[in-house]
């Protein structure tokens, strides 16, 4: 079973950065996707960007212009950058690793994300 942790978040304000880390267990199975996702109070949780082994990623709209998704040769973390803040990205930030074809995905216990305007 592969565990996810992330790290990085905080308290920031509108206009700043954080990079987000996420960091598994083990190494990921090839076709594994990563991704963020975030849920604000009282929302459910929505996609923020995804990446794919090969390195093709998809922001949701939101993200565009403002964060990246990345990840290591190590195939065990992955990051997502975040600049220009806004307080609207306040939400809880989880990672995740789903694999298509196998039909699971992990999720981590997510790290809090608070922008303040």
């Known amino acids: 079973q592969v565990q996810l942790v992330e790290s990085g978040g905080g308290l920031v304000q509108a206009g700043g950065s954080l990079r987000l880390t996420c960091t598994a267990s083990?190494?990921?199975?090839?076709?594994?996707?990563m991704g963020w996702y975030r849920q604000a109070p009282g929302k459910e949780r929505e996609l923020v960007a995804v990446?794919?082994?090969?390195?093709?990623?998809h922001l949701a709209d939101s993200a565009k212009g403002r964060f990246t998704i990345s990840a290591d040769n190590s195939e065990k973390t992955w990051y997502l950058q975040m600049n220009g803040l806004k307080p609207e990205d306040t939400a809880v930030y989880f990672c995740s690793a789903r694999h298509p074809t196998l039909g699971y995905t992990h999720w981590g216990p997510g790290t809090q994300v608070t922008v303040s305007s």
């Open positions: 083990t190494e990921l199975l090839s076709m594994t996707i």
């Open positions: 990446m794919n082994k090969g390195g093709i990623s």
